[in-house]
């Protein structure tokens, strides 16, 4: 079994922000899957697909903790199930990558990202594939009110292109592996 995450915050205040990028992205998967949150549990919504097309049964998580807090719900899950860290795939948004971009990197640290860290740290490991969102740099000083903020109607269409290409490396992960995945999503950018 592999775990596919996508992070956000619950409340119906963050839909449509900069920060749910992740939620976006696992719905987006979902909807292309035939997957569905039908479960609760694990500090989070989930929900499992076992499809002949996919190289294992692979579990859908939003963690409903908030973002700061995305590890706890991770780590139930992933032990519950015995899911190791290295099949574990997060989605989420990164002020590091231009508006609109994706990356697939197969580990690495936080850089500052609150929910990534989280999982890190819960995980005790940075060995956890991520598929990173691009925001952009917030154009003034406070970064939080640039990720809980709305894009414009430009960003947003950028963003929304963003998910999809980020709902189709989920797919590829599923169905080519890792790979394969970074092979054709991080030339596309």
């Known amino acids: 079994m592999i775990l596919f995450v996508g992070l956000g915050n619950p409340g119906k205040e963050y839909e449509g922000t900069r920060h749910n990028l992740g939620f976006d992205a696992i719905d987006a998967f979902a909807r292309k899957a035939g997957a569905s949150f039908d479960r609760t549990g694990f500090k989070g919504e989930y929900g499992i697909l076992r499809d002949p097309v996919f190289r294992d049964s692979i579990l859908v998580l939003k963690p409903t903790t908030f973002m700061n807090l995305s590890g706890e719900s991770v780590q139930a899950c992933a032990s519950f199930y015995r899911i190791p860290p290295e099949e574990i795939y997060v989605a989420y948004d990164e002020m590091a990558i231009p508006e609109g971009a994706i990356r697939i990197r197969p580990a690495g640290s936080s850089g500052g990202h609150k929910g990534i860290g989280s999982i890190i740290q819960m995980m005790g490991t940075e060995k956890i594939a991520r598929i990173r969102l691009g925001i952009g740099e917030p154009p ?6 640039y990720v809980l903020g709305k894009p414009g109607a430009e960003g947003r ?5 963003a998910v999809e290409k980020a709902a189709d ?10 790979e394969t995945a970074m092979s054709r999503i991080n030339q596309r950018g």
Do not use: C, S
Not at 140 to 145: E, G, I
Not at 157 to 161: A, V
């Open 140 to 145: 003034f000083h406070n970064p939080v009110d």
């Open 169 to 178: 490396a989920f797919l590829l992960i599923a169905t080519r592996g890792l």
């Open 157 to 161: 269409k950028k963003i929304d292109m």
